[in-house]
């Protein structure tokens, strides 16, 4: 499984951002595909999940203002991030896990995103 990321960038305070995740190597269907974050001396955490089936989480602090949404026929996921915050910034990773928690998760390289007050 190969997972590119792409879109992270810089924005003010306010603004938007749309991350995307391009899946191949695999059959899409058949992970759940992930967003975690990692800010500057802080722990990676997860933003957002979504299933195969388009069920979805988010951590607490994004809820409202970010959307993860899965395209099943290109095999990508995006991440729409709104009404940004200082706080968002950091380095943006998507991750591939099966649905039967068999086998490796598979993690993107990561991209930038830095949000200026």
């Known amino acids: 499984v190969q997972l590119v990321e792409s879109g992270g960038g810089l924005a003010q305070a306010g603004g938007s951002l749309r991350l995307s995740c391009r899946f191949s190597g695999s059959t899409f269907g058949l992970y759940v595909m992930n967003w975690y974050r990692q800010g500057p001396g802080k722990q990676r955490e997860l933003v957002a999940m979504i299933t195969s089936g388009q069920s979805t989480n988010y951590a607490d602090s994004v809820k409202g203002r970010f959307s993860i949404i899965r395209d099943n026929a290109d095999n990508a996921v995006y991440l729409q991030m709104n009404h940004l915050k200082p706080e968002d910034s950091a380095v943006y990773y998507c991750?591939?896990?099966?649905?039967?928690?068999?086998?490796?998760?598979?993690w993107g390289q990561g991209t930038q995103v830095t949000v200026s007050s």
């Open positions: 991750k591939a896990s099966h649905t039967m928690r068999i086998g490796p998760e598979y």
